[in-house]
């Protein structure tokens, strides 16, 4: 986007630790009680609302990521760089919904407008899953392409990348 001429910034609206629900707990293989960090950051594309993403973070494999002003930083650049902690891989499941009233009044559509919802997960070299996130994408200005390629041992893998 940046390399079209588009400005792209961050709005953080929530940042803090909390203990795990159930779900969060679960996808990163941590107790209910364990405390994640929580980042809810709306993004825009030209001063427009394209997506709020909520990621969350195990307190205890990167201590100091809550102290640091993240606006317009890669929160896995952070974690590689400063953390020590390279992500080598990551699940990630996209379906469409009907967004909420208030998460349509965030992304500026109508609560008859699908966004895409992206549930993430990103892994470690140990297997041990650092970060979760949902994020909702503005149907109207997000694009997916998928690229496949034919391996070695004649099986297909995929890469897709997102394009807002």
């Not at 293989?29 to 980042?39: A, F, I, P």
């Not at 990521?65 to 390279?86: F, H, I, M, V």
Request: aromatic share 4%.
């Amino acid at each position: 986007m940046v390399e079209q001429g588009h400005r792209i910034t961050n709005q953080i609206l929530r940042q803090e630790t909390l203990p795990a629900d159930k779900d969060v707990a679960y996808q990163l293989n941590l107790n209910e009680s364990d405390q994640v960090m929580v980042c809810e950051r709306l993004r825009l594309v030209d001063g427009k609302p394209v997506n709020l993403s909520i990621r969350y973070v195990p307190s205890t494999l990167c201590p100091s990521l809550l102290d640091e002003e993240r606006t317009n930083r890669s929160l896995y650049a952070y974690l590689e760089k400063t953390c020590g902690q390279p992500i080598v891989r990551g699940r990630r499941t996209i379906e469409t919904q009907l967004p909420t009233a208030e998460l349509a009044d965030l992304l500026h559509i109508n609560t008859e407008q699908p966004v895409f919802k992206i549930v993430n997960t990103c892994i470690l070299r140990d297997q041990t899953p650092i970060e979760h996130s949902i994020g909702y994408h503005r149907g109207d200005r997000t694009m997916f392409q998928v690229e496949l390629r034919r391996g070695h041992d004649g099986d297909w893998d995929s890469s897709h990348r997102l394009i807002e």
